[in-house]
């Protein structure tokens, strides 16, 4: 059995740019959360696009069970297209994008496909890890001084713009994402954790494990009192969907 749970927080913005829905379809749990590049208009328009199409194609059987990976990629290109090709009323591009993290849950088998910096997490045994990559510029600059095409100094002084996104639904060209081709199996107890990074830029682990309760709506509440309760005075939105596996289901 599945449990979830989804909460949104408008933080201190004037717009709320995230969007996020749940489903069991067809067999298949789906859960697809996106936050709307703040910098970009139309962010709003491009994370609904997003939302309404990945749940319309579980809704519809798009989401093939014998091919789960294969169909969230052509989902996601689909949808990343929608996106690019955005108008406004006079016919120019609208320069829109989103972030994106969907899940998809078969049985006891785990799907996620991911595409900007909102990320993934499992909690197992009282241990939380992230699953997904942040797609910013970080993501470039770690893997050039890894390989040692850069110093530390350079890294240090290219690290100011880190936080720029080089992957999201709504760019020219998706070729950056994470997805993972078999899948990750789950047992009882596991919870795993959907969010945007008005959470994560809040929250370090520690916080999230020890807002995690027994019940599943607690865990939400907890998470989200945290949230509100926090004293930055310039706090993103902040969206997450916490999913728990109650029972085995194999």
């Known amino acids: 059995m599945i449990e979830y749970e989804l909460r949104t927080d408008i933080g201190t913005r004037d717009e709320q740019q995230d969007s996020a829905h749940a489903q069991l379809t067809n067999g298949l749990f789906t859960a697809v959360l996106c936050d709307g590049m703040g910098g970009h208009k139309g962010g709003a328009i491009a994370s609904g696009i997003a939302v309404r199409e990945f749940m319309s194609a579980a809704a519809s059987g798009l ?24 108008c406004d009323k006079s016919g120019a591009r609208l320069d829109a994008g989103t972030t994106l993290v969907s899940i998809v849950i078969d049985e006891n088998k785990l799907y996620w496909l991911s595409a900007g ?12 890890t992230q699953i997904t990559k942040d797609h910013n510029y970080f993501y470039v600059l770690d893997r050039l001084l890894s390989e040692r095409r850069i110093s530390e100094e350079e890294y240090q002084r290219k690290s100011k713009g880190g936080n720029a996104l080089i992957s999201y639904i709504g760019i020219s060209k998706l070729d950056i994402i994470d997805i993972n081709l078999e899948p990750f199996i789950l047992y009882p107890g596991d919870i795993i954790l959907l969010c945007s990074d008005g959470l994560f830029k809040i929250m370090d682990n520690d916080d999230i494990l020890r807002c995690i309760d027994e019940r599943t709506d607690r865990s939400a509440d907890n998470l989200m009192d945290f949230i509100r309760r926090s004293g930055n005075t310039r706090k993103d939105n902040s969206t997450f969907i916490i999913v728990r596996m109650r029972c085995s289901v194999i």
């Open 63 to 86: 989401i093939d069970r014998n091919s789960i990976p294969e169909s969230l990629i052509s989902c996601a290109e689909k949808t990343n297209r929608l996106v690019f090709d955005l």
């Open 117 to 128: 910096d909102s990320r993934l997490y499992i909690i197992r045994n009282g241990k939380i």
